[in-house]
Antibody, heavy 115, light 107 residues
């Protein structure tokens, strides 16, 4: 079955760029919508963005243009870059398959913004 | 953006009792409402899609209903393994949004 796994640095300095990758196994990244979601410690879920291999991309306007999602079909993974991070961007970042309902989710990776 | 408001925020329920969680949208979202369960230190798991369709492998005690702006997740006969936070999620209008979560504790 399809599985997703996030990877990337666990610590990012303020004003720098957060970069995460989600590797998809058991299926092709060209077959599904793929989504990033985050969850600040002790808080709820926030949808960040999704991408489809045809070039469809949508972002949450709350990120004020700082997010960039991309797809690498040769490596069967997709990525998230979030620029000019602040401590408000500290969260567990999840990747998930789907446009509407999301399943499965990756296990999540904690990214802390701190100097 | 569409705001989803869940109630209650917290519920303590005895085993085998019925749990009802509501999700109210700030505008009509049709059938574009889904439910997830998140246990501590785990990623969310999909329970219900498009208001009332049970996802594969989800126990039959979980059910969803609703329309317009008011939706409900029901757990008929709470079990110890159901202790978790439950989230509703709308995909009617971008940006997709989630409710704030309802934490269910086993009494």
């Amino acid at each position: 079955q399809v599985q997703l796994q996030e990877s990337g640095p666990g610590l990012v300095k303020p004003s720098e760029t957060l970069s995460l990758t989600c590797t998809v196994s058991g299926g092709s990244v060209s077959a599904y919508y793929l989504t990033w979601i985050r969850q600040p410690p002790g808080k709820g879920l926030e949808w960040i963005a999704h991408i489809y291999y045809t070039g469809i991309i949508n972002y949450n306007p709350s990120l004020k243009g700082r997010a960039a999602i991309s797809l690498d079909t040769s490596k069967n993974h997709f990525s998230l870059r979030l620029s000019f991070v602040t401590d408000a961007d500290t969260a567990v970042y999840y990747c998930a398959r789907g446009r509407d309902w999301l399943d499965p989710w990756g296990q999540g990776t904690l990214v802390t913004v701190s100097s | 953006e569409i705001v989803l408001t869940q109630s209650p925020d917290f519920q303590s329920v005895a085993p085998r009792e019925k749990v009802t969680i509501t999700c109210r949208a700030s505008q009509s979202i049709g059938s574009n409402l889904h439910w997830y369960q998140q246990k501590p230190d785990q990623s969310p798991k999909l329970l219900i899609t498009f208001v009332s369709q049970s996802f594969s492998g989800v126990p039959s005690r979980f059910s969803g209903s609703g329309s317009g702006i008011d939706y409900t997740l029901t757990i008929n006969g709470l079990e110890a393994e159901d202790a978790a936070t439950y989230y509703c999620h709308q995909t009617s209008s971008l940006p997709w949004t989630f409710g704030q979560g309802t934490k269910v504790e086993i009494k």
